[in-house]
């Protein structure tokens, strides 16, 4: 018979190859998860040390994904996407791009429009309304704002006239350059708004296409110019009843702290994430609405493309007494006036 010692150092002994068999296991897993992720989004590297580093970041990115999802009940989920292998402060440089630079060159009506506004759909979807253009992707270039700018434009342009037109971006990168916007190194909305009005128009995306990197602003591209704005006002700060006044009259530019790990690898339902007021990203919030859980949510147009969260939009929780509203998305609000 095994003595009292020799079961014991055979249980030790035992388990400890089942965890070097099992850690085994775990790095074979992400290594052909790695592996495939490269193929499904055509990511290649420049040497084998580079491809070891962006394995490292991806194994932590992956097991961050995993633990959130097997974490409890939850109203949203993550997914890996095409920043898998990104550090965050990668992340952050390429993809997003709001920035309070300067004082921005305000010439908005001190007014708020919507004040008397009281009747509002209990939901609203602007792009089941014809005013939203497709999901568009900003690349490695942090110009979010002239995204979101665009998108705000694009809706009010559509409902005032009935015509959805795709604006350029790319001339809000190389030519509305004051009142602190620096391109892919971060700009406000307010102030390509105020580019428009001075400008007395915007061109098409396809008269100006979008390059992903600015360039000298060129104007000839710029002569077809099919879209104005007379103003742009602000929401009141820090005000969710004042922002759903306007999103259902108008598609509105809202700034938000974008940059965190639930934020980035989003994949779907109403996001109630960890989520603070140090706004670093805009989009365009193009709706609102109830989910099937019960909980309100604003429904908010990217600019990551359409392979990201809900086909590149985000449902973020609307309501949550939070001041400034869920990620500060009530705190720098803005909407062009025809």
Request: glycine share 10%.
């Amino acid at each position: 018979m095994m003595s009292l010692i020799h079961v014991f150092l055979f249980l030790i002994f035992g388990t400890l190859a089942s965890l070097a068999m099992s850690r085994t296991i775990h790095e074979t897993f992400i290594v052909d998860k790695h592996e495939q992720w490269m193929v499904d989004y055509n990511r290649k590297y420049e040497s084998k040390l580079e491809k070891e580093k962006r394995l490292n970041i991806f194994k932590e990115n992956l097991e961050y994904i995993e633990s959130f999802n097997n974490g409890g009940n939850r109203s949203f989920k993550l997914s890996l996407n095409e920043f898998a292998d990104m550090t965050q402060d990668k992340f952050i440089a390429a993809h997003t791009g709001y920035k309070m630079q300067g004082n921005p060159t305000l010439s908005e009506s001190t007014s708020f429009m919507y004040q008397n506004v009281s009747d509002v759909p209990t939901s609203l979807d602007w792009r089941a309304q014809g005013a939203v253009t497709p999901v568009k992707f900003q690349g490695q270039c942090g110009c979010c704002w002239a995204f979101s700018a665009v998108a705000a434009i694009e809706g009010i342009v559509q409902i005032k006239t009935g015509s959805l037109i795709s604006l350029s971006e790319q001339q809000l990168l190389d030519c509305s350059t004051d009142g602190g916007n620096r391109g892919c190194d971060g700009g406000q909305m307010v102030n390509a708004f105020e580019y428009v009005i001075r400008n007395q128009g915007l061109t098409t995306e396809e008269s100006y296409p979008y390059q992903e990197t600015q360039e000298t602003c060129d104007t000839e591209k710029q002569i077809n110019k099919v879209a104005t704005i007379n103003e742009y006002q602000m929401v009141p700060e820090n005000d969710e009843e004042a922002l759903l006044m306007v999103v259902a009259s108008q598609p509105v530019s809202v700034a938000i702290e974008g940059h965190g790990q639930d934020f980035r690898f989003y994949s779907g339902g109403v996001f109630t994430g960890d989520c603070g007021n140090a706004l670093s990203h805009a989009v365009t919030v193009v709706g609102y609405g109830t989910s099937e859980e019960g909980l309100n949510y604003w429904l908010v147009k990217n600019s990551w493309g359409e392979t990201l969260g809900e086909n590149g939009y985000i449902r973020i929780q609307r309501d949550a007494n939070t001041p400034g509203g869920l990620c500060g998305i009530a705190m720098k609000a803005s909407y062009p006036v025809m």
